[in-house]
């Protein structure tokens, strides 16, 4: 036999063999269709809380473990400063977060960008940087190594009709795969 017929041959029982095997015949011969649950990353999660209880939410670097507690909660809030106030047709609302760091690595971020309230609409509302009557600020920027805290406010402005039901807080300015929701009505 010619070289050419015996690699057609060849070729031919090769496919034959791909296409009883389950395999398309591009490389993915063996390959099991349905990935495996155990290899799979860990999917995006919420924990659920009222104020005044903990979470702790894992970050996206090793290490990173925070528990966040929602100290208290302020609807309206009162603008602390003489000229800083909410725009027409708006409120102003806070949330009194507590961040310990219980990981291993040091807790570096933007609080309040990681930080959002979500009304009975489903509407979303990022953090605003202001001060209010209720107490000291979350600074734009913490470092907190493992087992100390950072205690401050964290001013969001919405809609005066906005009922709001949720705080929402997530690590890596929300991006990590675990978010925190407190029911705050």
Request: proline share 6%.
């Amino acid at each position: 036999m010619r070289k050419s017929a015996v690699l057609a041959v060849f070729g031919a029982l090769a496919l034959t063999a791909l296409t009883a095997c389950g395999g398309s015949g591009d490389g993915e011969a063996g390959r099991n269709p349905e990935p495996k649950a155990e290899s799979s990353p860990p999917g995006p999660s919420v924990q659920r809380a009222a104020v005044g209880e903990t979470l702790t939410l894992r970050g996206q670097g090793e290490g990173e473990r925070v528990a966040v507690t929602v100290r208290s909660w302020a609807d309206p809030a009162t603008s602390a400063g003489e000229y800083d106030k909410p725009g027409g047709g708006k409120r102003w609302v806070a949330a009194q977060l507590e961040l310990r760091n219980t990981g291993k690595a040091l807790y570096d971020e933007i609080p309040g960008a990681g930080a959002e309230v979500i009304d009975d609409q489903g509407q979303r509302f990022r953090s605003k940087t202001a001060e209010v009557t209720a107490g000291p600020g979350m600074p734009g920027s913490v470092k907190v190594p493992a087992e100390e805290k950072a205690l401050g406010w964290i001013v969001f402005e919405v809609p005066v009709e906005s009922k709001i039901v949720t705080v929402q807080f997530g690590l890596g300015s929300g991006y990590a795969d675990q978010a925190g929701w407190w029911a705050v009505r």
